[in-house]
């Protein structure tokens, strides 16, 4: 059986930036990834990453208005060390090999982005996450020695001893279906987001909350389920993203009069206001009837205002994307766009070292929730926060993995479980549901109940849907009988993850009775401080979930009111 002192879920930026830390460290470790590390969901990150590196900006400031996207949900200490720690991060990647853009005098160019006070988004063309994640690639490559490689291996479920510490995963190899145990001291998911719960959803198909489910099932409390971000600039059919970057580089939202409607919302920030202010303010225009397209369901993104010869340098994939996907050349004319789910600001909760509260198991990036987002993560943080976490989990996982002895533990029977799971999948006579159609139907009520607007009822029949949509999960049956690629199977397992990150989404929406951030309740339109300034923890117990709460940590920020 493998063992290893840090075992690692994930290859995007998150995982690959906890293994080279770990690595460097002097650990053992091992990467593992369902699909090959560079078709991580990370590699299609367009717009840019956040750091306070311009010689007229102080992180302090980039921290604040981190807190100020968040709604005063994120925790503060938390987002000072991210903020604090990024000009040496995103430095550290230039000297490793990153080209970010620079400008004529040769500096480090930074864009505009959207709730940031100054420009501080560092990019490479809007191909970000791509040059970020080649580049760390190549950089574990150095490391080989040390870093074993699970390519296209699937993990099923968490090994959890008698004492409760996570001591290694139970994982399919995708190529041969063969069920293999992994023993480590120390397992860190970096597993990323669970965007495929909604429908339509800027992430990739492999966006499955795979990690979150994992933690949940494993006992570890998720936190900040409730906050989910819906983009801005989304294509209305696909729901393929158009960066932010767009709007960085100068371009306008548009109504069916013409008008920049985002000076009604945000007077001073327009288009550039964060992510929740302006996906309301779509909304809004569209559910007025002065939407653009058929059914009236979208609005423009003019990008013809920033002169063409930019666009073509510094946007030319979502250049690429308006002409593929929408037929339309962004340089001569608007695109309809809408706002889409994006991200989820929630995950499993960890400290600021990437500590879950159970022995052994960490979680950093996308699938975590540190608290650095609260209830808004700011465009270009996200990056940097699979970054600084990602890295600290690794440090910390090696550091504790010098101290300690290689766990043991017979996972026989574990293995047999699993095994027997997916034979039982396999086995599934046609006549219930096919898997594809619960998940279009949870995605379509997901965006439909738990979106931009929300309310009561709205939410309490998403929370039934999902509970008879879990009963049917329990028979859909898949097409692919076979051992070898059989990503049939693997879609049935996701669909139960995906089913689990919903449950947790739904159930915190109904528990927050106010609105803050992504979370805007019409039954509950205002911000509640006095009794809504906590976060929503969410346990899997023997009798269902269970709802708890935890203190914002607050440092040097007290709440006020929000306005851009
Ligand atoms: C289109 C798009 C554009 C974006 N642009 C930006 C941007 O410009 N700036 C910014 O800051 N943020 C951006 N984001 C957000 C950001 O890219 C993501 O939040 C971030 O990249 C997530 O990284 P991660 O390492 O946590 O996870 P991911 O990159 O999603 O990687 C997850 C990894 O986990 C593995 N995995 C998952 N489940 C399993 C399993 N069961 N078994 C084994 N392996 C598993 C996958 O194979 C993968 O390697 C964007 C997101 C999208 C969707």
Same mark, same amino acid.
């Given at each position: 059986m493998p063992e290893h002192d840090v075992l690692i879920i994930g290859a995007g930026l998150a995982g690959q930036r906890a293994a080279l830390a770990a690595a460097q460290a002097g650990a053992s470790v091992a990467i593992m990834s369902k699909v090959h590390p560079v078709r991580s969901h990370s590699v299609a990150a367009a717009g840019g990453i956040n750091a306070a590196i311009s010689l007229d900006d102080d992180w302090r400031s980039h921290a604040f208005d981190t807190v100020k996207g968040s709604d005063f949900l994120g925790d503060q200490d938390a987002i000072e060390v991210m903020c604090s720690e990024a000009p040496g991060e995103v430095m550290h990647l230039e000297h490793m090999g990153v080209t970010f853009h620079r400008n004529e005098k040769g500096e480090m160019d930074l864009r505009a982005f959207g709730?940031?006070?100054?420009?501080r988004t560092a990019y490479v063309a809007d191909i970000t996450g791509q040059a970020l994640l080649h580049v760390l690639y190549e950089q574990l490559m150095k490391h080989h020695e040390q870093v074993e490689r699970y390519e296209e291996w699937f993990t099923t479920s968490l090994l959890i001893d008698d004492a409760g510490r996570c001591v290694g995963v139970i994982a399919r190899d995708?190529? *041969?279906g063969r069920m293999e145990s992994f023993l480590a001291k120390n397992v860190i998911l970096a597993c990323g987001g669970a965007g495929q719960a909604y429908k339509p959803t800027t992430n990739g198909l492999i966006v499955t909350g795979d990690g979150i489910a994992l933690a949940y099932r494993a006992g570890a409390p998720l936190m900040d389920m409730e906050m989910v971000q819906y983009h801005p600039t989304c294509l209305v059919e696909s729901g393929i993203l158009i960066t932010e970057g767009a709007r960085g580089e100068g371009a306008h939202l548009l109504n069916a009069n013409g008008e920049r409607f985002m000076e009604k919302s945000?007077?001073?920030?327009?288009?550039?206001? *964060?992510r929740d202010v302006v996906s309301r303010a779509e909304q809004i225009e569209i559910n007025e009837g002065r939407g653009v397209g058929p059914n009236k369901a979208g609005i423009y993104l003019d990008v013809t205002v920033v002169p063409r010869k930019r666009t073509l340098e510094a946007l030319r994939e979502i250049v690429n994307l308006g002409r593929d996907?929408?037929?339309?050349d962004i340089t001569r004319e608007p695109i309809m766009i809408r706002p889409g789910q994006h991200y989820i600001m929630g995950g499993v909760k960890t400290d600021i070292d990437g500590r879950t509260p159970i022995d052994g198991l960490y979680a950093a990036g996308e699938v975590a929730c540190v608290s650095v987002h609260g209830g808004n993560r700011l465009g270009a943080n996200s990056l940097l926060d699979t970054l600084i976490f990602g890295r600290r989990a690794g440090e910390h996982a090696a550091a504790r993995s010098a101290s300690m002895p290689m766990p043991a533990l017979n996972t026989v029977s574990r293995v047999q479980a699993d095994e027997a799971g997916i034979d039982a999948i396999v086995r599934r006579e046609k006549g219930g549901r096919r898997v594809s159609e619960i998940k279009d139907e949870l995605g379509e009520t997901m965006n439909r109940y738990a979106a931009v607007f929300r309310d009561e009822q709205g939410l309490q029949s998403a929370r039934e849907t999902v509970a008879r949509l879990k009963e049917e999960a329990g028979s859909a049956w898949i097409d692919d009988r076979g051992t070898v690629f059989n990503q049939d199977v693997l879609g049935a397992l996701e669909l139960s993850y995906m089913l689990d990150c919903a449950e947790a989404i739904v159930l915190g929406a109904i528990e927050r009775k106010e609105s803050r951030g992504a979370q805007f309740r019409t039954d509950y339109a205002e911000r509640d401080d006095e009794n809504w300034l906590k976060h929503i923890n969410i346990t899997a117990t023997a009798d269902g979930p269970k709802v708890s709460y935890s203190p914002v940590n607050i440092t040097q920020w007290e709440p006020e009111e929000r306005k851009y």
């Open positions: 709730g940031a006070s100054m420009k995708v190529r *041969s945000a007077p001073n920030k327009m288009e550039l206001a *964060s996907f929408a037929g339309v």
